[in-house]
């Protein structure tokens, strides 16, 4: 079976910190991708990265970077000097091989991250 | 570009009552989904489509219908609405070419269903 799980559901920290967001995932596939998505108060969700299985290089994208270990089926996500800004839930999803269709993913329940002045 | 829109924005439906949100693309995506999202959760899919004429079943499509006649529109019908339909609505799109590949989804902004 396929899943997604982040165990963080709230994390809290005051601007300027550091933080991390974890994500463990379960799937039999040798190929598959890994997402990140993020919705802010507004309630869209938002693009944030794709990393496909054979790529295990590490993504730095300004603030934020991407650690994928395949060893350990984890894509964890950490935005450094933390800002108000980034005050959204954070959600993590796999590419589901259903019904023959590669396309569909399958959502972690979020991480809530609140970033306080 | 205007992406992934979706009509309307919030709805109060009865119970038993039926409607329709409408979803369309303008990225010329082949696929595009259906999501529900409860509060505290993540997202579930509902149905999706790999093109036009071709539709098939997610994770939680009981009461829901879809149709896909065009590229760019895929609506999804309620029949008989009830409660545990309350919800926020996604619908999505990308890319795909049909190989092993997959591409990120773009979103529309949602509707906000309440059924009472």
């Known amino acids: 079976a396929q899943k997604v799980t982040q165990a963080q559901t709230e994390i809290s920290v005051v601007e300027k910190e550091d933080v991390t967001l974890d994500c463990v995932y379960e799937?039999?596939?040798?190929?598959?991708?890994l997402f990140w998505y993020k919705q802010p108060p507004s309630g869209e969700l938002v693009f944030l990265i794709r990393?496909?299985?054979?790529?295990?290089q590490n993504e730095i994208s300004g603030r934020y970077s991407w650690n994928f270990q395949k060893s350990t089926s984890s894509f964890n996500f950490t935005i450094t000097a933390s800002q108000v800004v980034d005050s959204a839930v954070y959600f993590c999803a796999l590419s589901a091989n259903y019904g023959g269709s590669q396309g569909n993913l399958i959502f972690g329940k979020g991480t809530k991250l609140s970033v306080k002045p | 570009n205007a992406g992934v829109t979706q009509t309307p924005k919030f709805r109060i439906l009865k119970i038993g009552q039926s409607m329709t949100l409408q979803c369309t693309q303008d990225m010329n995506h082949n696929y595009m989904y259906w999501y529900r999202q409860d509060p505290g959760m993540g997202l579930k899919l509902i149905y999706y489509s790999v093109g036009a004429g071709i539709t098939d079943k997610g994770e939680v499509p009981n009461g829901y219908n879809v149709s896909r006649s065009t590229t760019e529109d895929f609506p999804l019908r309620l029949e008989l609405a009830a409660p545990s339909q309350t919800s926020v609505y996604f619908c999505?799109?990308?890319?795909?070419?049909?190989?092993?590949?997959?591409?990120?989804?773009?979103f529309g902004p949602g509707t906000r269903l309440t059924v009472t």
């Open positions: 799937t039999r596939d040798t190929t598959y991708y």
């Open positions: 999505a799109s990308s890319y795909s070419n049909r190989l092993t590949d997959t591409y990120e989804q773009y």
């Open positions: 990393r496909n299985s054979f790529d295990e």
